[in-house]
């Protein structure tokens, strides 16, 4: 009964000593600094996961209002004088790019030279425009991706660290009793939990803005076919 009540006292008093805050104070400055760089790196990607989930839904709806405008029948000239020659969307930023090219080319009319060079032309300045595009979209991918691949890997050194304290400090007290070996080993785990929470939703945003980019990407280059058969077509016709 004695050593019951022994542990449950040793209990009482290592849980009034395990707050998150207490894990942070008493753990060693490798870990602290371990422990500081990873609620940065979550903070940030959480920034970047909530910027990108707005940045893909307005680029979404603003290319299905764009292209509702673009298959509506309407003078391309007049859609081109509306969206302007720098539009926030991608789309029409590409339409815009290709519709630039155009008008520069055959504002002198057309003949057999022009037709041979304009095609090319417009289809290299909507590469281009697509490139651009999509680097602007997947800007600050790469951190969620490094951030996903590599905090778990952090928090685990710090876990490392802070239990090889852990086994000095037994070794140092002689002492195996739940105070001395508790708090040494909450600290070290709390830092692989710090790794968890900032790994996972980087992950998961990772994969999901990915598959989004991709998706759009698609969009684009399926856009970028489709005009630049049309104007292919309106060469044709002269």
């Known amino acids: ?23 942070f104070l008493r753990a060693d400055i490798v870990v602290q600094l371990v422990m500081i760089l990873l609620i940065l790196a979550s903070f940030w990607s959480w920034a970047i996961i909530i910027d990108k989930i707005l940045r893909f839904r307005k680029v ?5 209002d764009f292209e509702q405008d673009f298959w509506s029948g309407g003078n391309l000239e007049d859609l081109y004088k509306r969206v302007g020659q720098n539009p926030d969307n991608p789309l029409a ?9 155009w008008l520069r080319s055959t504002e ?8 041979t060079g304009l095609q090319a032309r417009i289809h290299q300045v909507m590469r281009v425009a ?19 691949s590599t905090a778990t890997f952090i928090g685990l050194f710090g876990t490392v660290w802070g239990i090889m304290n852990s086994f000095q400090a037994i070794a140092a007290t002689q002492d195996t009793s739940l105070a001395v070996v508790a ?14 929470v900032a790994a996972i939703p980087a992950v998961v945003a990772y994969n999901k803005f990915s598959n989004d980019l991709q998706h759009f ?5 399926g856009f ?4 630049s058969a049309i104007l292919s077509r309106q060469l044709d016709l002269g």
């Open 1 to 23: 009964m004695g050593n019951d009540v022994t542990v449950g006292e040793q209990l009482g008093a290592i849980s009034h000593d395990l707050s998150m805050f207490d894990l």
């Open 60 to 64: 979404t709806a603003d290319a299905d």
């Open 93 to 101: 930023m590409l339409f815009s790019t290709a519709m630039r090219e």
């Open 108 to 115: 002198k009319g057309f003949d057999a030279h022009i037709h």
């Open 130 to 148: 697509i490139d651009r595009e999509v680097e602007r979209l997947e800007k600050y991918l790469g951190f969620l991706a490094t951030v996903g």
């Open 183 to 196: 708090p040494g080993i909450a600290e070290a785990l709390f830092a692989t939990a710090l790794g968890l």
């Open 217 to 221: 990407i698609t969009r684009l280059e």
């Open 224 to 227: 970028a076919g489709e005009f």
